[in-house]
């Protein structure tokens, strides 16, 4: 199994709302990134956990909340969003080790009012 | 600061021909260099990767070429299929960071008929 499956594949929010995004991966993979991708441009890494705890975090805004419950799953939990938060969010995994792909999920179309 | 730049927004070129896709950086920290195809509302797709030991890298279809004094790579697609038409991604990373992937800003390749 190659894969990382993301739920939902498309979610339309209120700026009140709070939601949440879901990865999973079963590939034994014990680092999970989360980016964000906006139309025409690159994705752009948010987050970083590594063995379950967050290595990295890029100066994220606290409205993205991750959390990484196992080994095999990883949350971005949404609130008070603003529509500029409307984006492609990605998730991906990795073997650790040096010179390992991350392998990438289908992304969740996000879409702010 | 783009520290990975894909200077040709868009490349056309005829089935079965060459493809070749251009990428250059700047931080020499960088040392792992991938390759991702991205078609419309999906997630990258890992094509082929080249670590800083080596300067060529190939896998069927595909090859990567590295040259360290001009921090410049390439990716050749030989022969060019129309399902090669999509958008490519090169990736850097630095050892020690995570993998920390850094985003070029994409080539848009067409392949015609």
């Known amino acids: 199994d190659t894969e990382v499956t993301q739920t939902p594949k498309h979610l339309v929010m209120g700026m009140t709302n709070k939601k949440s995004l879901k990865c999973e991966q079963h590939?034994?993979?014990?680092?999970m990134y989360w980016y964000k991708q906006k139309a025409k441009k690159p994705p752009e890494l948010m987050f970083v956990?590594?063995?379950?705890?967050?290595?990295i975090n890029e100066s994220v805004p606290s409205r993205f909340s991750p959390e990484c419950p196992n080994s095999s799953l990883l949350n971005l939990h949404l609130h008070a969003l603003q529509p500029e938060d409307s984006a492609l969010y990605l998730c991906?995994?990795?073997?650790?080790?040096?010179?390992?792909?991350?392998?990438f999920g289908p992304g969740t179309r996000l879409t702010v009012l | 600061d783009q520290q990975v730049k894909q200077n040709s927004p868009s490349l056309s070129v005829q089935e079965g021909r060459i493809s070749i896709l251009n990428c250059d950086y700047t931080?020499?920290?960088?040392?792992?260099f991938l390759w991702y195809k991205k078609y419309p509302a999906e997630g990258p797709t890992f094509l082929i990767s080249?670590?800083?030991?080596?300067d060529k890298n190939e896998d069927g279809r595909f090859t990567v070429f590295l040259n360290k004094s001009a921090k410049h790579l390439s990716l050749h697609i030989v022969p060019s299929q129309p399902g090669d038409s999509a958008v490519y991604f090169c990736?850097?990373?630095?050892?020690?960071?995570?993998?920390?992937?850094?985003f070029g800003t994409g080539t848009r390749l067409q392949v015609t008929l």
């Open positions: 590939m034994g993979h014990r680092a």
């Open positions: 991906a995994s990795r073997e650790e080790g040096s010179y390992n792909e991350q392998f």
């Open positions: 080249i670590s800083s030991i080596k």
């Open positions: 990736a850097a990373s630095a050892h020690g960071t995570a993998s920390k992937l850094t």
């Open positions: 931080n020499s920290m960088f040392d792992y």
């Open positions: 956990y590594s063995y379950e705890k967050l290595s």
